[in-house]
């Protein structure tokens, strides 16, 4: 059973750092993995799709990367705003979507 | 386009009540999702149907069943509520094939009280 850990599991830091979400997870046999947020209270909405073919994707100041091999995926946030604030997902998908507990992200002014 | 849309938003029921959630999506895609949101434990796959006329259950499936009505529209019912079953639930939806193949996109979800 794929099992998603994602650290850490909070972060509050002031506007304007370069952040980075680490996720690892446990069954490398995967089609793609996603990365969401989620505000409170909200649905999620989806930012980077990563095939398992590539190694990154980019959008905007989020950028994506995944090591399928190791299991492992990050997401980096450049110049962090206050409007980052939100809970990040990151979701393997091997037989079905998988979450983990996600990384509660506070961007202070 | 709307997306996916999901109703009702908001539903109070007593222990042993019944009702359905609704589910319908605008993209034409093949795939559709419920799950379940619990405090610490993430989201947990309930109920899915690659494509229409089929269902298949996922990780938490006691408690409930589904129906694809169509491409769609995709439900969730609850036939005998238990106060365990209090949770938000998102229905989310995929198209199959293509580069983006996979990609879930989610409706703004359902929070359900049971007492």
């Known amino acids: 059973k794929q099992e998603v850990t994602q650290i850490p599991a909070a972060l509050s830091v002031p506007e304007g750092e370069n952040l980075v979400l680490n996720c690892s997870f446990t069954?490398?046999?995967?089609?793609?993995l996603q990365w969401f947020r989620q505000d409170p209270g909200k649905g999620l909405t989806s930012l980077l799709l990563?095939?398992?073919?590539?190694r990154e994707q980019t959008s905007g100041r989020l950028n994506a990367s995944l090591d399928k091999s190791s299991g492992r995926s990050t997401l980096y946030i450049a110049a962090s705003q206050p409007g980052d604030s939100a809970t990040y997902l990151c979701?393997?998908?091997?037989?079905?979507?998988?979450f983990g507990g996600g990384t509660r992200l506070m961007v202070k002014p | 386009n709307a997306g996916v849309t999901q109703t009702p938003k908001f539903q109070v029921l007593k222990t042993g009540q019944s009702m359905t959630l609704q589910c319908a999506q605008d993209?034409?895609?093949?795939?559709m999702y419920w799950y379940r949101q619990d405090p610490g434990m993430g989201l947990r796959l309930i109920y899915y149907?690659?494509?229409?006329?089929?269902?298949d259950k996922g990780e938490v499936p006691n408690g409930y069943n589904v129906s694809r009505l169509n491409k769609r529209e995709f439900s969730l019912r609850l036939e005998s509520a238990a106060p365990s079953q209090t949770s938000v639930y998102f229905c989310?939806?995929?198209?199959?094939?293509?580069?983006?193949?996979?990609?879930?996109?989610f409706g703004p979800g359902t929070r359900l009280t049971v007492t």
């Open positions: 990563i095939q398992s073919s590539q």
């Open positions: 979701t393997p998908w091997g037989n079905m979507l998988t």
């Open positions: 989310a939806s995929s198209p199959l094939g293509g580069s983006s193949s996979y990609e879930q996109y």
């Open positions: 069954d490398s046999a995967i089609y793609n």
């Open positions: 149907s690659a494509s229409e006329g089929t269902t």
């Open positions: 993209m034409n895609h093949n795939s």
